[in-house]
């Protein structure tokens, strides 16, 4: 008994002693700029492994902490990691501030990997555009806005306006909204001028091959348009714009928050009264539109781990152009879809089931311009049906993502043969996120496509992310894609007497596939710049092009046909650097080196150089002021006379500049105006280029943050 009587009083004495050692500390965090108290802020000790939260007044108190110098960690989205060294005890309170990150790389961002990552700890390799470069831009469309973006080329015509990457044409890039595929391309080509900036909450973009998780039409990328949430239990939100060539843009929205529900109604109409760049000719060079959208969005949370989500969009545009001395084009276009989502949390597993519908119509019209008669009319109607069942599981080494797809798609027009085409589609993809270390991550993926009409495709895609430290990231990827040839591709049949040309379809094409090499550097301070190079490498092949089969029946006779195969290659340098806190400058430059082993040339209205910059500076009194310059080197465009003779143009370089400054007014209105392309660059040709605009306006945003 002795014995253990002198151990147990020596325990007594060391828990004692390590009690004695065992200390605690209290503190404060604050916003570095307005000195507002921060709720929910991160803090971690990681010499004992203990963390807490901040209260709804920024206050913090830690315990069970050992005795000596302590390195502490606070963290915040939006807000730029701090690390405090404290020596334990402390005696007093600690203060903290924390200064709003700059550049943001904790967004969160879902396209490349299609579960919720940190921009920097994501795999993929992905792009954002968000906040204050949304609003400060004067864009009024998604074009506007990604036109100003390195490596992404818009391109505009009669049957819209579509955007390439890294040498990719539009009909290979997928545009999602909302995760959701937006249907409804003409001529290969889907209008993304449709889409209003004000609704927009971010934009990711994801170039390369990206069909292991999307299909086709990913091959040369991906950018999803994320549309606003509401935050906050009521808001409500307009913007007015007037501005040259008759411009008009009108947008309102309301959102709410009530409980579990959530909705967000909005809606905007859009003018524009064309231009004309050369007078002393009967025909216009820029159509004349009107465009209508509306947006609901409704979530409500069921319980502890279900969610469930409807929206709907409608979308509907008339253009107007007379194209020659005898016509008027005249195009409408109707757009339609609905959504619903039921998601299912707990624990580690998520399973996500959706079903979506969407309807478009396009109708083109040819009217003589002196007898108003019809001469040719043209109607498409295409329609998809979508089922999805995703499944995803959070390890601590492996994330695993999975699916199923099913999709149902039509086709009613008078270009097709026949009248009416109808396909399915079944996908089934499989994803491994493998985090080997803390500075390791790879991710595998693969997915099958079976068609009822072109049968079989297999997708791989292989990413690996390297941390050589906590500010900067190498990724190196390789992936395969395809897209699938069109309805019109395997079943056009059209005739246009007028011109004198016959389009046949091929029902035997395969789909064109794609290999896909990049290399991604980036770094940053989140208070002060980020630095990135892309370095991307694209073999084409089975690429579906028109071969000319020579006159029948006295009209030139064309067939689609898998032909050519191409690469493209090049670099991005990408550059954001804060002067000061309200001085933030940019700059970027695109080297696109492309080649058409069919024919031993360059690629058409590729240009080789692109050059971005810009500059954004917020004076004392609130005022903002945004400058972006845009440099695009000569571009080469091949066409074939009527000797079938081909025809080599050069487009000459331009530069232009735009500018637009937000001025705060009170009762939470905001004056705004700008000027685009104020080096007036025309291009009557191979514009469309209408020379210099101004616009300006008001917005007004009443937030109830009760």
Avoid: C
């Amino acid at each position: 008994m002795p014995f253990v009587q002198k151990i147990f009083s020596i325990l007594l004495i060391v828990s004692g002693l390590l009690a004695m050692d065992a200390e605690s500390i209290t503190g404060q965090v604050r916003d570095g700029k307005t000195g507002e108290p921060m709720a929910n802020v991160n803090i971690f000790i990681g010499n004992d492994g203990l963390g807490t939260t901040t209260d709804e007044n920024g206050h913090f108190s830690l315990s069970g902490l050992t005795a000596g110098e302590n390195v502490i960690e606070f963290s915040h989205i939006g807000y730029s990691t701090h690390y405090e060294t404290a020596k334990i005890p402390f005696s007093g309170t600690l203060q903290v501030k924390l200064m709003r990150a700059l550049i943001q790389m904790d967004a969160m961002v879902v396209t490349g990997t299609r579960t919720e990552r940190y921009l920097k700890d994501t795999p993929v390799t992905t792009q954002v555009i968000k906040g204050e470069k949304l609003t400060d831009s004067g864009a009024a469309d998604l074009s506007q806005l990604l036109q100003e973006s390195n490596g992404v080329n818009v391109v505009a015509n009669q049957f819209g306006t579509g955007v390439e990457l890294n040498g990719f044409d539009s009909d290979h890039i997928l545009i999602l909204v909302d995760g959701m595929k937006m249907v409804g391309r003409v001529n290969g080509q889907l209008d993304i001028a449709q889409i209003p900036v004000d609704q927009i909450d971010r934009i990711e973009i994801v170039k390369g091959a990206t069909s292991a998780l999307y299909g086709s039409e990913a091959m040369g990328g991906v950018i999803n348009i994320l549309t606003k949430n509401p935050e906050t239990p009521m808001t409500i939100h307009s913007e007015n714009t007037l501005g040259a060539f008759g411009r008009q843009d009108h947008t309102l929205s309301f959102s709410k928050m009530d409980g579990d529900w959530f909705w967000v109604l909005s809606g905007g109409l859009r003018q524009y009264g064309g231009y004309d760049l050369d007078e002393s000719t009967v025909w216009e060079d820029g159509s004349q539109y009107e465009k209508r959208n509306v947006h609901l969005k409704i979530s409500r949370k069921i319980g502890t781990y279900i969610d469930l989500r409807m929206d709907g969009r409608y979308f509907d545009e008339n253009q107007s152009l007379i194209s020659s001395h005898v016509f008027r084009d005249k195009i409408r276009n109707d757009r339609s879809s609905i959504r619903t989502q039921l998601k299912y949390r707990q624990d580690k597993w998520a399973l996500n089931g959706s079903i979506e519908h969407s309807d478009y119509s396009h109708l083109f019209d040819r009217v003589v311009v002196k007898s108003g008669n019809i001469l040719k009319g043209s109607l498409t109607d295409n329609r998809l049906t979508s089922s999805n069942l995703n499944f995803s599981r959070e390890g601590e080494m492996h994330k695993f993502i999975g699916g199923l797809g099913i999709d149902q798609e039509g086709i009613v027009s008078d270009r097709v043969h026949g009248g009416e085409r109808k396909s399915d589609l079944v996908n089934l993809f499989l994803q491994d996120e493998i985090h080997i270390s803390s500075k390791w991550i790879v991710l595998s993926g693969l997915r099958l496509d079976r068609h009822s009409i072109y049968g079989r495709q297999f997708s791989p895609k292989i990413s690996i992310m390297y941390k050589p430290e906590m500010i900067s990231r190498i990724r190196l990827a390789y992936g395969e894609g395809f897209r699938a040839p069109s309805f019109k591709e395997l079943f056009l049949d059209y005739s246009n007497i007028s011109v004198g040309y016959h389009i046949v379809g091929n029902g035997e094409l395969k789909p064109e596939s794609s290999q896909n090499v990049s290399l991604d550097i980036e770094r940053w301070h989140t208070g002060k710049y980020h630095a990135r190079i892309n370095l991307f490498w694209n073999e084409i092949s089975g690429l579906i092009d028109y071969k000319y089969l020579g006159l029948i029946d006295g009209q030139s006779t064309y067939h689609s046909i898998n032909l050519t195969a191409v690469r493209t290659r090049g670099v991005e340098l990408d550059f954001t650097y804060f002067i000061m806190d309200n001085l933030e400058t940019w700059v970027g430059y695109s080297l696109l080196d492309t080649w058409d082993k069919e024919n031993n040339r360059k690629l058409s209205l590729k240009a080789k150089h692109k050059v971005q910059a810009g500059l954004r500076y917020e004076f004392l009194n609130g005022v903002k002021l945004n400058l972006r310059l845009q440099h695009l080197s000569e571009r080469i465009n091949w066409e074939t006379d009527l000797t079938e003779q081909t025809v080599k143009h050069i487009i000459l370089p331009y530069t232009t500049l735009n500018a637009h400054v937000t001025i705060p007014l009170p009762w939470g209105l905001q004056a705004f105006a700008g000027g685009k392309n104020l080096t007036n660059q025309v291009d009557k040709v191979w514009g469309p280029m209408p020379g210099r605009e101004w616009y300006g306006g008001i917005r007004f945003d009443f937030t109830n943050k009760q």
